[in-house]
């Protein structure tokens, strides 16, 4: 019996870079963009979160990531700031109007600067891969009053499997190399697998991974991906 499990999960590791490649492909474009972006910071040492703005045919037309570890971005996006997050630049260059039948991709809950940013920007949707726990209850904020409630954003999330474990363990392993044991604290009761996945990846494995392309890093965590996202192993 041992054998046969074994052999199942050698079978498992062989295919997990066929199945990584058909999965990615099969991704809204515009996730494909976040994620991108998130990977494009990872790599730069920011906190991996990447944002993208589609029009209401599903065109990308904004598009930003964060950029807190750097030096420079593109004109009109902060970077080397606590506010340099990916949903704020992808909103910083959007002039002034009604952008009510956009939706904006990102792939971590919003925070509390971000979803102002989201409001403040007239923008009707935003969708995220993974939760971030530490801002359990922001959705409460338009009980407040009329005015806050009046162009809050609809918020659709998480979106659950890969896309959802990839988007969290990305903001784990930074947590854990930058030591923020709030996050780390945060995030524990509700995905101790995802936790100990970062903190199984945090600091030599994952500058391997930084020097790869996303699909190629996609291919090499696939089989943990696809076991913390099989409900009830995290």
């Given at each position: 019996?041992?054998n046969?499990?074994?052999?199942?999960?050698k079978?498992?590791?062989?295919m997990a870079p066929?199945k990584a490649i058909?999965?990615w492909?099969?991704?809204n474009?515009?996730?494909?963009?976040?994620?991108?972006?998130?990977?494009q910071?990872?790599?730069a040492?920011?906190i991996p979160?990447?944002?993208?703005?589609a029009?209401?045919?599903?065109?990308i037309?904004?598009?930003?990531?964060n950029?807190?570890?750097e030096?420079?971005?593109p004109?009109?996006?902060?970077?080397g700031?606590?506010?340099?997050?990916a949903?704020?630049?992808?909103?910083?260059?959007?002039?002034?109007?009604?952008?009510?039948?956009?939706v904006?991709?990102?792939?971590?809950?919003?925070?509390?600067?971000c979803?102002?940013?989201?409001?403040?920007s007239?923008v009707g949707?935003v969708?995220?891969?993974?939760?971030?726990?530490?801002?359990?209850?922001?959705d409460?904020l338009p009980?407040?009053?009329?005015n806050?409630?009046?162009r809050?954003p609809?918020?659709?999330?998480?979106?659950?499997?890969p896309?959802?474990?990839?988007?969290?363990?990305?903001h784990?392993v930074s947590?854990?190399?930058r030591?923020i044991?709030?996050?780390?604290d945060?995030?524990?009761p509700?995905?101790?697998?995802?936790?100990r996945?970062?903190r199984?990846l945090?600091?030599?494995?994952a500058?391997?991974?930084r020097?790869?392309?996303?699909?190629s890093?996609?291919?090499?965590?696939?089989?943990?991906?696809?076991?913390l996202?099989?409900?009830?192993r995290d």
């Amino acid at each position: 019996m041992a054998n046969s499990r074994t052999c199942e999960e050698k079978a498992g590791l062989d295919m997990a870079p066929h199945k990584a490649i058909n999965f990615w492909t099969s991704v809204n474009p515009a996730w494909q963009e976040c994620f991108l972006l998130a990977w494009q910071s990872f790599q730069a040492r920011s906190i991996p979160v990447g944002a993208a703005l589609a029009d209401a045919d599903g065109t990308i037309v904004a598009r930003g990531r964060n950029r807190w570890n750097e030096n420079s971005g593109p004109q009109g996006q902060l970077a080397g700031s606590n506010l340099a997050h990916a949903e704020v630049n992808a909103l910083a260059r959007l002039s002034p109007g009604d952008y009510s039948d956009h939706v904006l991709y990102t792939t971590l809950e919003p925070c509390f600067l971000c979803t102002a940013a989201l409001r403040h920007s007239h923008v009707g949707t935003v969708r995220f891969a993974a939760p971030d726990p530490a801002w359990h209850g922001i959705d409460q904020l338009p009980r407040l009053n009329h005015n806050i409630a009046r162009r809050w954003p609809l918020r659709e999330g998480p979106a659950g499997g890969p896309l959802q474990t990839f988007a969290a363990v990305l903001h784990l392993v930074s947590a854990v190399e930058r030591d923020i044991q709030s996050t780390i604290d945060s995030h524990w009761p509700v995905m101790p697998g995802a936790v100990r996945l970062a903190r199984e990846l945090a600091g030599p494995k994952a500058d391997d991974l930084r020097g790869m392309p996303l699909v190629s890093a996609l291919r090499a965590v696939w089989t943990s991906l696809i076991r913390l996202s099989t409900p009830g192993r995290d």
